[in-house]
């Protein structure tokens, strides 16, 4: 039986930080209120770590409040599913995050690697869900290198509470 809490530590997720302000028209006129969208502007890589990693906190902690299953393949695929949908969101804020400029794509590589992971989660329970351990047993093999690639892609660009 795999081990829950080295399935459990593996994304990553920062705040998105957009600025939306609306405006009216003219004082008074029947003007259509418009609306006005201002983007900030792309972090620096310094400014992103510090907000990726300062979200990885706290997603890393509520991955670890995620009670421990044990042996049990029902509550397993339970923990599975609350695992991975802190991560999807996490994920989400972290894809919404401003990346520095000329970082999109090896950030995209990276969440494109959680992706696989959080594949293998939700293939993972269902797999225990339905007594399929075929395939729990090759995803139990898989998940672990699956993982191992996320974590070392998001440290090695910085992101290391998002990598543990």
Same mark, same amino acid.
């Given at each position: ?6 399935? $459990?530590? @593996?994304?990553?997720?920062?705040? #998105?930080? +957009? ?6 028209? %003219?004082?008074? @006129?029947? *003007?259509?209120?418009?609306? &006005?969208?201002? &983007?900030?502007?792309? #972090?620096? /890589? ?6 990726? =990693? !300062?979200?990885?906190? !706290? ?5 670890? *409040?995620?009670?421990?299953? %044990?042996?049990? /393949?029902?509550?397993? $695929? +339970? ?9 999807? *969101? @996490?994920?989400? /804020?972290?894809?919404? #995050?401003?990346?520095?400029? %000329?970082?999109?794509? *090896?950030?995209? +590589?990276?969440?494109? /690697? ?12 269902? $797999? #225990? ?5 075929? &395939?729990? =047993? @090759? ?13 070392? $892609? ?8 998002? %990598?543990?």
């Amino acid at each position: 039986m795999i081990r829950f809490r080295v399935l $459990a530590r @593996s994304m990553a997720a920062p705040l #998105l930080l +957009a600025v939306v302000v609306t405006g009216c028209g %003219g004082g008074g @006129s029947s *003007a259509v209120p418009t609306t &006005t969208t201002t &983007t900030a502007p792309p #972090l620096t /890589k310094t400014q992103y770590i510090r907000e990726a =990693n !300062s979200i990885c906190t !706290s997603m890393n902690a509520a991955i670890d *409040a995620v009670p421990d299953p %044990g042996d049990d /393949k029902e509550k397993l $695929a +339970a923990g599975l599913d609350q695992v991975t949908s802190i991560a999807k *969101a @996490s994920l989400a /804020k972290l894809r919404a #995050l401003r990346p520095p400029a %000329g970082d999109e794509a *090896a950030l995209e +590589a990276i969440y494109a /690697k959680v992706d696989v992971v959080l594949a293998d989660y939700e293939q993972l329970s269902t $797999a #225990l869900r339905s007594g399929d351990t075929t &395939t729990a =047993n @090759s995803l139990q093999r898989k998940g672990p290198t699956d993982q191992k690639a996320a974590n070392d $892609a998001a440290i090695a660009y910085g992101l290391t509470v998002c %990598g543990e």
